[in-house]
């Protein structure tokens, strides 16, 4: 019923910059927060930025002042710019949202992921 996909991902020298795009798509009412999170070989997952259906941000502590989210209701998509890389920042990341769908049901959804790469 919902599919999000992302885009964007790719190989980047340290001090780089990438930006990654999710679009929701399907039987969707309404989207309120959108997130990015991230999961680096034998880590747990971890949440890397969200943004409410009002705007309201929220970012890790390890990427604050280097990354940005932004979203657009109309389209639903949310978007991550990356900037000042560094090798730590190696993970695929995960597009998800919690969506309201047209049958008045809220979940969780995920998208495939992306590979962010980065070489120091």
């Known amino acids: 019923q919902v599919q999000l996909v992302e885009s964007g991902g790719g190989l980047v020298q340290a001090g780089g910059s990438l930006r990654l795009s999710c679009a929701a798509s399907?039987?969707?009412?309404?989207?309120?927060?959108m997130g990015w999170y991230r999961q680096a070989p034998g880590k747990q997952r971890e949440l890397v930025a969200d943004i409410t259906s009002s705007s309201s941000t929220n970012y890790a502590d390890s990427v604050k002042g280097r990354f940005t989210i932004s979203r657009d209701n109309a389209k639903n998509t949310v978007t991550l710019q990356m900037n000042s890389l560094k090798p730590e920042d190696t993970a695929v990341y995960y597009c998800?949202?919690?969506?309201?769908?047209?049958?008045?049901?809220?979940?969780?959804?995920w998208g495939q992921g992306t590979q962010v790469t980065v070489s120091s």
């Open positions: 998800n949202a919690d969506v309201r769908t047209i049958f008045l049901r809220t979940s969780s959804y």
């Open positions: 399907g039987s969707i009412f309404n989207i309120n927060t």
